[in-house]
């Protein structure tokens, strides 16, 4: 069985972004960039169903500029097989990186495609779901167990009221979320194994896919900040000024 | 310009999620139709008809759409959404799940969470965590929209009239199936809809003392949360997060207890009216949006709070 991650380079969830004090876009000058949380899981879950004998190969893809061969690399290192890069120079939207990895799938045609619930940049929450449509496979989105049997597999999802879990045709995709599992850290001798793995590049025109622009950012502001608060000495005061002052108690 | 909203709803009753996203519909203007879709979902489909200014409900009612399966439930709204120009869905699970499917089957993009309707093209939504606030602008012929819910307030759930449309459209992809679900039962409000909120965080300890939390929630009406830590420590289950990947939420009253507030927990709860955090250290991110922060031990401020409340 072959699995396909998807990779995402985004800003470390560390980093607090900020808007330029022009408006037109976050101020990313200097910023550490690592690979997306989310993604990160993605990865640990491949290279656990590899280590557990159900998955044979994991190919990792990403999409954007050639910096996130640095996250392709943190992917190898993690124990993927190979990389694949889809160059893109512009910032993709997530129905063009849809249609990018459905090309890719076209390719690899893996039994099982993992990836990250969304991205810490743009929040969007899509792209998976948009994959699934482009496929016709089925989804197991926000998934926090998986349990791949004989042409199906079981995915457990965090819903708004606790748990649902879905029985899915293979292939199929997973969105990962949180709870799926934790991330190893990359040792040294397999970050140094990382830079001999393959890495292929590909570019839309080979996937047929046309660089579409269906959203545009036109401009970014700071959210309202919130005006300062106090320190209150003890419960008392507390209960005081909820009552008497924010009076949002009775 | 016409707009279908997909309700959110457990075909016996419509959810307040659904009352938020006719709200933002209604800001869009023009006609407002809602899809009831479901298995045996006459209730929640009669509760949608009584919604304030809707043209009318679509109902279909179809074993095939009663665990609002993702891969089934998109292929209905991208039929319906031929009529229609925008399609939208409150930002739950269930709305993250299905809208970006249908936009793809459209061929549109879809623009996530939108916290505000600017023109009939752009809107507002929140960029890496909410930390920045984008405005952006669709250039596709539909729009295809899921709504932050805290973000408009619901419409009135009584006083409409709408007509019932029956819809008999099958669309089973026959690729995914219901197995099971752990709902959590509990007679306090739903998390993204209650006006008071005490959320536990690593601060708690473990699950045993959220039973602290529980008395005071008692007194206030309040729905429990929690921070991602005391998720992932195994204190409290996964529906109690809040936070940039959880839910969001913004009561009049937020309660952050033993949280220290890190950003991304920051983004779920931020815009609440009140914000209180009880948390024995002193420079914990959470007192900078704090209205009244409480340094103290909370095992003796929270037994003291459920006592003068």
Redesign the interface.
Known sequence: MKALVAVKRVVDYNVKVRAKADGSDVDLNNVKMAINPFCEIAVEEAVRLKEAGTVTEVVAVSVGDSSCQEQIRTALALGADRGIHVEVDSKPEPLVIAKLLKGVIALESPDLIIMGKQSIDGDNNQTGQMLGALTGMGQGTFASELKIGDGSMEVVREVDGGLQTISLALPAIVTTDLRLNEPRYASLPNIMKAKKKPLETMTPDQLSVEVKCHVTQIGVAPPPERAAGIKVEDVTQLVDKLKNEAKVIG | MKTLVIAEHDNASLKIATLNAVAAATALGGEVDILVAGGNCGAAAEAAAQVPGIAKVICADNPAYE?S???NV?LLVAELGADYDNLLAPS???G??????????L???????ILSVESAD?FKR???????????????PKKVITVRTTAFDAVPASGGTAAIEACAAVHD????????????ESDRPEL?SAS?VISGGRGMQNGDNFTLLEGIADK?NAAIGAS?AA??AGFV???YQVG??G?IVAP??YIAVGISGA??HLAGM?DS????AINKD?DAPI?Q????????DLFE?LP??EA??
């Open positions: 665990h399966l993702a891969e998109s739950t699970a269930n993250k799940n299905i809208m970006p499917r249908v936009a793809a089957l061929d549109v993009g879809q623009i996530s969470d752009t929140p960029i890496y965590a909410g930390n920045v606030i984008a405005t952006v602008q669709s250039a596709d992809a026959g690729v995914s199936q219901f197995i099971r679900e752990e709902v959590a993204t008071v206030l991602r998720v992932d289950p996964n529906d940039q990947t839910k009049d009253l950003i991304q931020k009216k009140v914000i209180v002193e007192f949006v704090a209205d009244y922060g409480l340094v103290a401020a003291e709070l003068a409340i």
